[in-house]
Structures are given as C-alpha cells and as structure tokens.
C-alpha cells in the first residue's frame, strides 16, 4: 500500500467514526499519524482528501452501495424489482452510518468551495437509473428527468431515515412512491407496467 493509500484510509475510518463538520486539516493529519504538509502534498486541499475519503468509506466499508447502483444499469429484474434491490442496498442498516456521513459532506459540498469535483460526482449518482431507463424504452431527456426525480425522492427518504430510524415505515413511503415512479416510467416508455 502507497504512502498517499494508507492516509486515505486512516483519514476515510476517522471521518467515519468522527464526521466531518469539526474535522480540521490538522486534525485529519493528527488522526493519520502526519501532518498538514503532507496531506497538503498527497491531496491538495482538505476538500479533495474529504472527497476521496468519502468514496474510500463507500468503497472500502459500504460495497454493496457502489455494487447495487452499478448493477441496476444491466439488471436482469424488472425495473421496479430491480430499483428496489437498489433501494433495499441503500436502506440497509449496516449503511447508516455511510448516510449520516454523506449527507454530512454532502451540506459542507454546497457551501464551501474547493468541493466542485465531489460535487460533480454526487450531482451524476443518476446516470445508472437514467442509463436503466434509456434501456427501458425512455428517449434520453426523459430518463434524465426521471432518474434525477428518483435520486431527489430517495435522497430525502434516506434523511427520513437517518432522522427517525423507522425503516418500516420509509419503506412503505419507498414502495409506493416506486410504484408510482414505474407505472410513470413504463407508460412514458409506452410499456405495460402490468406485465
């Protein structure tokens, strides 16, 4: 493992278990064993070595997060059956704590400069379900618009999640908001939702 690896991965189980909103750079060098200069060298800025710890945490901690969205695009389901195992992934207890780190960086990445390349990434968590879509039959300006609108919905129900820990309850509000979404993507796909 390279020098630059083993601080990302100390950096990614700090913020982990500590967050990020008081996470200084000194601090974040503190918690790796070095010090400003040389994260400062490896990553450029605090805002870039946050970024990549955040997706070392979902790599390395959370797999079947990444795995799940990638799998949607080439599902062998339904769409509603497959959206759902994305869905069931995401909503897993064991990712609670990838939720509350996320939505953590994810309000410092609207505020705060330096966070455009994150941003980026997390503005694209879409394209699976608008490539899925397209796959369904959707011209593509469509499988965009309803992709970001599924991305928006669940976004919210994981903070519901996060807030009130019921997920029975976010489940339900969940299925039938999928089922609604399906029924509206097959008929815009000029499919019967029935079959």
Known sequence: MSERDRLLHLVAGHLLAHGVTSSTLRGLARAAGSNNRMLLYYFGSREQLVGEALQAVARDHFP???????????GSGTLRQDLQTVWDEIAAPRNLPFLRLFFEVFGQVTRQPGYSELMGDMAAWHRPAATRLRREGLPRAAAETLA??????????????????????VDR???QALDAFCARALDQAGVDSRA
């Open 64 to 74: 079947g997060l990444e795995h799940a969205w990638s799998a949607l695009e080439h």
């Open 148 to 169: 970001t609108e599924l991305v928006a919905v669940w976004r919210g129900l994981q903070m519901t999640l996060i807030l009130t820990q019921d997920l029975r309850a």
């Open 173 to 175: 509000a969940q299925g």
